[in-house]
T-cell receptor, first 114, second 115 residues
Framework: EAGVAQSPRYKIIEKRQSVAFWCNPI?????LYWYQQILGQGPKLLIQFQNNGVVDDSQLPKDRFSAERLKGVDSTLKIQPAKLEDSAVYLC????????????FGPGTRLLVL | AQSVAQPEDQVNVAEGNPLTVKCTYSVSGNPYLFWYVQYPNRGLQFLLK??????LVKGSYGFEAEFNKSQTSFHLKKPSALVSDSALYFCAVRDPQAYGQNFVFGPGTRLSVLP
């Protein structure tokens, strides 16, 4: 079974530029999560999708971050404009359904904002 | 709101000795509890979870954890540590009764197993 795929693996941009990350979850997984992991901290949930609907985006900085999951499969997370404090690893995870199912994580995208 | 604490930033143990990585939590209802491990330059890998039932949960790579409701703890244990267990360990809690931000990770504990 293929795991969660993410791209790119690394990205370096200057502040005020925009950037997008892509995630392809495990086939058949209805729930998709985006996390931000700042160096030295645990992952923080940004947004959670159930199929193509948003379940929770309470910690997503909506003035600069946006995410979509068209057709309930792939997802894209965008930052526009980026700030220095957005430097982090962005992790995508998926689970079969929302409840107590195990989350499977992708390798992450490491973002550096200069 | 739920929260997770991992009181130790770093745990050092000699190879072959038992290891414990501590986790305490705070939720309003009955928690779902998870342990994940993160190796360098890799994503998080699931180790084990407690949802209901037996308080002692067995997981991958010989790890186990004990749910203690009175102490609100979910410590990760292994009887005999391996050098390859050296990694960053995260405890996470989910409050199934809470709407919104209901999956919270702790700050992580770095485990170093010395040969």
């Amino acid at each position: 079974e293929a795991g969660v795929a993410q791209s790119p693996r690394y990205k370096i941009i200057e502040k005020r530029q925009s950037v997008a990350f892509w995630c392809n979850p495990i086939s058949g997984h209805a729930t998709l999560y985006w996390y931000q992991q700042i160096l030295g901290q645990g992952p923080k949930l940004l947004i959670q999708f159930q199929n193509n609907g948003v379940v929770d985006d309470s910690q997503l900085p909506k003035d600069r971050f946006s995410a979509e999951r068209l057709k309930g499969v792939d997802s894209t997370l965008k930052i526009q404009p980026a700030k220095l404090e957005d430097s982090a690893v962005y992790l995508c995870a998926s689970s079969l359904r929302r409840s107590f199912e195990t989350q499977y994580f992708g390798p992450g995208t490491r973002l550096l904002v200069l | 709101a739920q929260s997770v604490a991992q009181p130790e930033d770093q745990v050092n143990v000699a190879e072959g000795n038992p290891l414990t990585v501590k986790c305490t939590y705070s939720v309003s209802g009955n928690p779902y509890l998870f342990w994940y491990v993160q190796y360098p330059n890799r994503g998080l890998q699931f180790l084990l979870k407690y949802i209901t039932g037996d308080n002692l949960v067995k997981g991958s790579y010989g790890f186990e954890a004990e749910f203690n409701k009175s102490q609100t703890s979910f410590h990760l244990k292994k009887p005999s540590a391996l050098v390859s267990d050296s990694a960053l360990y995260f405890c996470a809690v989910r409050d199934p009764q809470a709407y919104g931000q209901n999956f919270v990770f702790g700050p992580g504990t770095r485990l170093s197993v010395l040969p």
